[in-house]
């Protein structure tokens, strides 16, 4: 498990044409402790995709610096995408199989899709699998390197909440067995407070940090609705301006 320190004093877009400069990122200074699963939470389009692709060396037309395990250069890093990116022309597990090292251990991959339940699928082609399906591939494809750092890009989003709810808890149950430092982006507040050891919250773009906030509820009680819209409503209550951040 990895300590995480990012520090962008700019990420801005050049003019293009008739359209001004845009300041996506300004200021932003974060640490990750070793295991920590932490939240982002921002409106729409305030710079979260950004930060992640600067994180994963992605974007590298930034001012700052990226630390991954005092590391500033080669770590690994697990990446989930919004789009599960699968090749089509290759079957679930190939799909995996392809983010790691060759003559790799098959026992790691067994184990995920065990967890996951997807062991009677790796033998098939993304276009026989559900969209909640896919996004689980692509959760074990980010396992599978173990990496120092997981990057997890609103990766339910377009979901059902049924099949949201059973990924959440595949996840977790992932993560409890294989702890890594995570960093996860979504607008979906009750999603943060059922994920998160701790939330920031994030304004618009220039993308700064607004404020972080723990999350003291325990881990075996965040799928009861009540607790998790108990603890939502405390949050609003205390701090009103997340309301604009939503």
């Given at each position: 498990m990895t300590t995480v320190d990012i520090n962008i004093i700019s990420k801005i877009y050049p003019q293009k044409e008739r359209a001004q400069a845009h300041a996506a990122i300004a200021d932003f200074k974060l640490s990750l402790n070793p295991g920590e699963f932490v939240c982002l939470v921002g409106p729409s389009g305030c710079g979260k995709t950004t930060l992640l692709n600067i994180i994963v060396g992605l974007d590298t037309d930034y001012q700052g610096s990226i630390g991954v395990g005092g590391q500033h250069s080669h770590p690994r890093i697990g990446y989930v995408f919004q789009n599960p990116r699968l090749l089509p022309w290759r079957t679930v597990r190939e799909n995996i199989e392809l983010a790691l090292p060759p003559a790799s251990s098959t026992d790691q991959i067994d184990a995920l899709l065990d967890v996951m339940q997807l062991s009677q699928m790796q033998h098939v082609y993304p276009e026989r699998l559900s969209l909640g399906m896919?996004?689980?591939?692509?959760?074990?494809?980010?396992?599978?390197?173990?990496?120092?750092?997981?990057?997890?890009?609103?990766?339910?989003?377009?979901?059902?909440a049924p099949t949201a709810r059973q990924i959440r808890e595949l996840l977790v149950k992932l993560w409890q067995q294989r702890p890594h430092t995570v960093l996860f982006v979504t607008h979906d507040l009750r999603e943060a407070i059922r994920l998160a050891d701790r939330m920031v919250f994030l304004s618009s773009a220039p993308m700064q940090i607004v404020s972080h906030i723990p999350v003291d509820i325990a881990r075996n009680q965040r799928e009861d609705e009540a607790n998790i819209e108990s603890f939502r409503q405390r949050l609003l209550n205390d701090y009103p301006a997340i309301k604009t951040l939503l």
């Open positions: 896919s996004r689980r591939v692509a959760i074990i494809r980010a396992f599978a390197i173990n990496p120092e750092l997981l990057l997890m890009d609103e990766p339910f989003v377009s979901l059902d």
